[in-house]
Every structure is written in structure tokens, then in C-alpha cells.
């Protein structure tokens, strides 16, 4: 079933770029001890599903990234002048205890805030690693029960999607993950006035 328009791209970045990207984040010193250090909690105090990873990708890589993603852009007839392209690595919080529910990201309202009108997931792993369940689940609602879809979670593969009202995405693991899961995640935005 196919919930809702999206697309995946395999091999957008190549194994050893993969691999360059998972040591760095693996090295960054905002994982070591990732949870204790209270990386993965927000300004309230409460635990957040994602944290970003605080190391600079490396220029050769940067510059493939944003190649990349300015051909979706054109390819999605969403190009713009007045829209750019964001992008870092983050991890996900390893625990059952704070899952990312169903949530859709719409455009409409979150544009406001920065959010932009396409993102792009790039998943970052080891072939080494199983990642069985570790992928973005799709739903047809913000209902945990109405799971329609799982994009796998393959090292190199990009998720790429238009957030609407329903896009609805999350991540539910139905154990703990036994390894760090990081991504590159980007958005095309709007450009700040000034």
C-alpha cells in the first residue's frame, strides 16, 4: 500500500561516502555516551527522538549532497530562487520510551518555523548492521494503528517526500535499537528576508 506520494533514491551517496559520514558521526564527541550526556533532551527537559551530530561534513561530500538534492528539486518542479537547501546528520534516540509518533510536518504550517517543502532522509549505516524495522514508517493518519508502509532503512538510500497535510511519518520501533542510527536529513526552505 502506498499511502501517499513519496520517493526513494538507492545509492544516493556511495558506500565509502556512507561510511565516511557513519565514522563521523560515530566519532562526533555529542554521541559518545549520547544518552547520559543528555544530548537527546530539549530546553524543557524532556527526551526528543533525534539529536543533531555537531561535525562538519566533509567538503567533497557537501558538495554531492547539494548536487543531489538541487536535481530533486528541479526534477520535483520545485525549484526556486527563493528557496535553499538545509542539511546535517543527527541520531536517534536508541530507547522504546520516547518513539516518534505519527506526525505529518505540513509545509502550510510549519514553513513559518523553517520547515521546508521537501525533505529528503538519507540513512546512514554499516553493512555490517542489521536495520530490519529500523526504516521511516508511513501511516494514512496520526494513528499508530493506521501503519500503511515501512521505507527500509538501507545505508545510502534517500527518502524523499513533500510534507502535507497527510504525510503522515514516524518512526515506532518495536525494540531497541542495538546500534546508533544516523541520518542525513535535509529540507528546502525559504529564504530568510535580511
Avoid at 95 to 123: C, R, S, T, W
Wanted: with cysteine.
Amino acid at each position: 500500500m502506498i499511502p501517499w506520494e513519496h520517493y526513494y533514491i538507492d545509492n544516493f551517496l556511495t558506500q565509502e561516502h556512507v561510511e565516511r559520514l557513519y565514522r563521523l558521526c560515530d566519532g562526533s564527541d555529542t554521541i559518545k555516551n549520547n544518552i547520559d550526556n543528555g544530548m537527546f533532551l530539549n530546553s524543557g527537559g524532556q527526551y526528543q527522538n533525534t539529536a543533531p551530530v555537531h561535525a562538519p561534513l566533509p567538503g567533497d561530500i557537501s558538495d554531492i549532497v547539494q548536487t543531489q538534492l538541487d536535481e530533486i528539486s528541479q526534477t520535483l518542479g520545485m525549484a526556486s530562487s527563493n528557496f535553499v537547501w538545509g542539511y546535517s546528520m543527527n541520531a536517534t534516540y536508541p530507547k522504546l520510551d520516547v518513539q516518534l509518533m505519527p506526525h505529518n510536518d505540513d509545509f502550510a504550517e510549519l514553513g513559518k518555523y523553517g520547515a521546508g517543502k521537501i525533505k529528503v532522509l538519507v540513512y546512514l549505516g554499516r553493512n555490517d548492521i542489521s536495520y530490519k524495522n529500523w526504516g521511516t514508517k508511513l501511516y494514512t493518519s496520526t494513528l499508530p494503528e493506521d501503519f500503511a508502509k515501512e521505507v527500509k532503512f538501507v545505508p545510502g538510500r534517500a527518502f524523499i517526500f513533500k510534507p502535507v497535510a497527510n504525510t503522515y511519518h514516524g518512526t515506532q520501533f518495536n525494540k531497541e535499537l542495538q546500534g546508533p542510527r544516523y541520518m542525513l536529513g535535509a529540507e528546502y526552505m525559504e529564504k530568510k528576508n535580511g
